[in-house]
């Protein structure tokens, strides 16, 4: 079975500061990759996700994640933060059977914290 | 275009009651699945479908019953609430594999 961790359950940044949530994997097969955003009260939103091809995938909002299969990690990075960006993260993982809403683990979610 | 529906918002249940969340998509996708999202826990697959007529077990699946009659509709029963099932409850579906699932907006759930 696979497993997500999220390193960091706090992450607080100043306003304009660059952002790095991290986010390790394990799992015995290959797997698809995802990080997801939940605002406040709202359901989850797709920030970004790795299939296959350029480790280097670039989502909504500015965001970016970085796949290495190596360290079996997938850290999110933003280099300059908005007060907007306060919201919970997840990473999540399926395996190469299923993508959709089939079966994705998620690790416990980083919040991200602006400060002006 | 509504997307993913859940309802209801709210609910209050004492415990031993049943009740069942729904859900509904107008995308046409065939994959649906509920999830439970407890504090520090993140979301935890309940039981997930990959078309009309066939459901499957998640990670918790103890609690709650599931069926999808209809390709829109995939609706979670509890059969006799207990205060553990005190949760947010978000529904999800997408097309198909490896590509974006959609979420509810979710459905919390208080059981006293």
């Known amino acids: 079975a696979q497993s997500v961790t999220q390193l960091d359950s706090q992450v607080p940044v100043f306003e304009e500061a660059p952002v790095e949530l991290r986010c390790n994997y394990s799992?015995?097969?290959?797997?698809?990759l995802f990080w997801y955003v939940q605002y406040p009260n709202q359901g989850l939103q797709l920030l970004l996700k790795?299939?296959?091809?350029?480790?280097l995938v670039k989502g909504i909002n500015g965001f970016e994640a970085e796949f290495n299969k190596s360290q079996t990690s997938f850290h999110l990075r933003k280099p300059s933060v908005h007060i907007s960006d306060t919201a919970e993260y997840f990473c999540?993982?399926?395996?190469?059977?299923?993508?959709?809403?089939?079966?994705?683990?998620f690790g416990k979610g980083t919040h991200l914290i602006i400060q002006p | 275009n509504a997307g993913v529906t859940q309802t209801p918002k709210f609910q209050v249940l004492k415990t031993g009651q049943s009740m069942t969340l729904q859900c509904a998509q107008d995308?046409?996708?065939?994959?649906m699945s509920w999830y439970r999202q407890d504090p520090g826990m993140g979301l935890r697959l309940i039981h997930y479908?990959?078309?009309?007529?066939?459901?499957d077990q998640g990670e918790v699946p103890n609690g709650y019953n599931v069926s999808r009659s209809t390709t829109e509709d995939f609706p979670l029963r509890l059969l006799s609430a207990a205060p553990s099932q005190t949760s947010v409850y978000f529904c999800?579906?997408?097309?198909?594999?490896?590509?974006?699932?959609?979420f509810g907006q979710g459905t919390r759930l208080t059981v006293v």
């Open positions: 999800a579906s997408s097309y198909e594999q490896g590509t974006e699932a959609f």
């Open positions: 790795y299939l296959s091809g350029s480790t």
């Open positions: 999540a993982v399926s395996l190469h059977s299923g993508g959709g809403a089939d079966g994705l683990t």
């Open positions: 995308m046409n996708h065939e994959y």
């Open positions: 479908s990959v078309g009309a007529g066939i459901t």
């Open positions: 799992s015995s097969v290959s797997v698809y």
